[in-house]
């Protein structure tokens, strides 16, 4: 009756095409410029291995955990059977099996996981039929990339970067062993979630491989004593670039819509790893400065600790781990706390004792007279953050947002961009959607569009209150001012630009007029609907996002071509071949010129100016270089705050603000918010790159010498009347816009 049984299941089962054409779910990839992984999409985190690479450790202890006579059975271990029937008999209960290697390739790739006579039939003669068309070492390599191993990691490769952040290759004898006990129980004896029983499951598995020859009784006793350093946090990358490779993928999903997170695409982003770890760490330096400005404002939350019987009760490590992480920014419990003494309970089982420095920063919210909804007490939740010293310190969450971006002004190519505080807390990307008021920071296009009009950097405009009268409104009459309040007669050009003097700014765009200014302006990537043609332009009314800034601000530092930024440089399949490159329009080609390069040359003799003696003159002094150029920008009311330049070889854009805007404080000016965000990034952009300063184009005259040399278009330095004269007998008065005009 078997006999019959098996003559008619066999020729029924299932073709070993899956196996013989393996071809595994490998998630999309993406990569900086330099090759290191910093986004990972799929349902499955697989890295498919040779068996020929795998090192012997690592085979030797599956076989140990798993089937140590693979090697010598045709699929069904008949010695292990009765081995395992013995101990279970003698266990008093079905406490071991006797699965080989075989049998459960058999399992994962046809099979469910029911447990029945009818399926371990199936499960026998499949393996016999894998074992008679495939090599051992097939169905080893099959068994190794396949097996589930916990944390969505599919394959030891897999698990190997997932668990301890390392190839495969570099995996040690303890580590080896950890992972072999995995496919026995992922979730039981995952080290991330039961690291003990993890522990006791690798010692077994050690204990095998000695006994087995496999590592010697030295071997054994150095495994066993080697500390393991399990990665707790799992979203760790080569560097933080979450919005990067998340522009990536919706790029590869878009032009790939078919099997994009199946079939191994590797996305090359054009961010460079040191450039984009500068801009994430002083974004979150400039933030984290900009909040401790602004106090404390006390306790997260509250956790309920009636059931919790002590200071170490795993319910508390429970708690905290339901509350994410951001960044370095680690949830705590308060355990105790008065004026000079503050205990928590750190996530990850730490607890820390804070005194002195470490607690200054919250004293204010220990008090009686603190809020009761935020008062430092026993149950309050706490954020914990290192100084630089690496002591932990009471720190908090920030409620203000930011944005960096930098771009390489030869082609558009982006080095580093970050799109927000914390992707995880907030994945709206700043750089490319927030539409912000840039304030005077959009100046230097009102100016450039003055030049093509007859101004020079020496020309000399009144630095005086000025009243728009009703009449020439159609409504009240409007009276701006200058962001500090002072003014301070007729200067010279370039020294209002270096001063954010806005008198000036309003009377060049009322010479050249609001529509010229707003054509010109859309040459830089601008979108014109967005900057209406009234007055106010001038003091940058209108609505920019960090990517159309740094997209113009390149134009000066390129000599006035326009550039197209990009963030994927190429997209290949899991065979490496090449998918799709990216277009880039390299600045030098005369087709996107879009400014004349005597003009960039005289704007970025005027920007520099502002980083040397104007509103971001900190820059130079802290860079140490003379070849800075940019400009500052504060809104109205203190809003937003902006700085935004370059270096001939990179281009940059910070800004910081409420995503539900609100005032970000007394005196917080670009220069102040802004701008250190933007050094921190340049400082490690910048390091060993020479000075570099543009050369004059044909086409200029010199005027006047030293600091007060300038330039001015040939065909300009014979008019007889002032540029600003002549355009204002010519030029109608705009209407302005009198909604709330940005100060600085």
């Known amino acids: 009756m078997a006999l019959i049984v098996l003559v008619l299941t066999y020729p029924n089962l299932p073709s070993l095409e899956v196996l013989t054409d393996y071809r595994p779910k490998i998630p999309l990839r993406v990569y900086t410029a330099d090759g290191f992984l910093i986004g990972e999409f799929g349902e499955e985190r697989r890295a498919v291995v040779a068996i020929a690479d795998v090192p012997a450790v690592m085979k030797h202890a599956i076989l140990a955990a798993e089937d140590d006579r693979f090697y010598q059975h045709g699929g069904i271990d008949y010695t292990g059977v009765v081995r395992a029937i013995g101990a279970n008999l003698v266990g008093g209960g079905k406490r071991q099996g006797a699965s080989t290697i075989t049998q459960q390739v058999a399992r994962n790739f046809f099979l469910t996981g029911e447990k029945t006579y009818t399926r371990k039939l199936y499960e026998a003669l499949l393996s016999f039929k894998i074992e008679s068309n495939l090599s051992k070492d097939q169905i080893f390599e099959l068994y190794i990339n396949q097996i589930f191993l916990g944390q969505r990691a599919y394959g030891f490769a897999a698990a190997s970067q997932i668990y301890f952040g390392k190839p495969l290759k570099d995996i040690s004898i303890a580590e080896a062993a950890m992972l072999a006990g995995l496919p026995k129980a992922p979730s039981a004896y995952n080290p991330i979630v039961n690291p003990n029983r993890a522990r006791l499951r690798q010692h077994y598995v050690l204990r095998r491989m000695r006994e087995l020859g496999h590592i010697t009784e030295t071997q054994h006793e150095a495994a066993l004593k080697e500390p393991l350093v399990v990665k707790r946090e799992l979203a760790e990358y080569a560097v933080h670039a979450e919005y990067v490779a998340e522009m990536a993928r919706q790029i590869a999903a878009e032009r790939f819509p078919d099997e994009v997170y199946s079939r191994g695409m590797k996305v090359y ?73 503050i205990k928590v309970y750190r996530k990850g089982g730490e607890v820390v004792n804070l005194t002195g420095d470490a607690m200054k920063f919250a004293a204010r919210m220990l008090d009686d007279k603190a809020p009761p909804n935020k008062r430092l007490k026993r149950s309050a939740i706490v954020r914990l953050q290192k100084d630089d010293k690496g002591s932990w310190q009471i720190s908090q969450l920030p409620e203000v947002e930011s944005a960096f971006v930098a771009v390489d002004p030869k082609d558009g190519a982006i080095r580093a961009l970050v799109g927000g505080f914390d992707f995880n807390r907030n994945k709206f990307n700043h750089v490319t959607q927030a539409w912000r008021q840039p304030g005077s920071s959009f100046k230097p296009f009102i100016y450039s569009a003055s030049l093509e009009k007859g101004y020079g950097p020496n020309s000399v405009i009144a630095d005086e209150p000025i009243v728009i009268p009703a009449s020439q409104t159609g409504a009240a009459a409007w009276e701006p ?56 332009m001038a003091l940058g009314a209108g609505s920019v996002t960090p990517w159309q800034m740094v997209t113009a601000y390149s134009v000066f530092a390129n000599g006035g071509f326009r550039v197209n930024p990009f963030v994927v440089r190429e997209i290949r399949d899991g065979g490496n071949q090449v998918l799709a490159l990216s277009a880039a329009t390299e600045a030098g080609n005369e087709d996107s010129r879009v400014i004349d390069p005597r003009n960039a040359f005289m704007m970025d003799a005027m920007l520099r100016d502002v980083t040397i003696y104007g509103t971001a003159a900190k820059a130079s002094a802290i860079l140490k270089r003379h070849d800075l150029a940019g400009k500052t920008g504060t809104t109205n009311e203190y809003l937003d705050a902006w700085f935004c330049g370059y270096q001939m070889t990179v281009s940059g854009c910070a800004w910081i603000g409420f995503d539900q805007p609100r005032k970000l404080g007394d005196k917080e000016t670009g220069g102040s918010a802004a701008l250190p965000i933007w050094i921190g990034y340049m400082s490690r952009a910048l390091k060993d790159v020479p000075t570099l300063l543009p050369q004059p184009p044909e086409g200029l005259i010199a005027t006047g010498e030293g600091r007060e040399r300038s330039y001015i278009y040939a065909e300009n330095a014979a008019k007889e009347k002032p540029p600003e004269e002549e355009a204002q007998e010519t030029a109608p008065l705009p209407t302005p816009d009198l909604s709330a005009p940005p100060t600085d």
């Open 269 to 341: 982003t054009t961010v460079i790893k040191a450039e984009q770890e500068a801009a994430y760490n002083s974004l979150r330096k400039g933030v984290m400065d900009y909040d401790r400005r602004h106090g404390y404002r006390g306790a997260e939350s509250y956790l309920d600790m009636k059931d919790i019987k002590s200071d170490q009760d795993e319910a508390i490590d429970e708690a905290l781990q339901d509350i994410p992480d951001a960044g370095d920014l680690i949830p705590a419990l308060v355990l105790a706390a008065d004026a000079k003494h």
């Open 481 to 536: 001012h200058n962001y500090d309040g002072k003014y301070e007669g007729p200067m010279r050009m370039r020294t209002a630009l270096a001063k954010s003097k806005n008198m000036v700014s309003i009377r060049i765009l009322q010479s050249i007029g609001t529509h010229y200014a707003q054509d010109y302006s859309a040459r830089f990537g601008f979108d014109a609907a967005k900057h209406p043609p009234y007055l106010t």
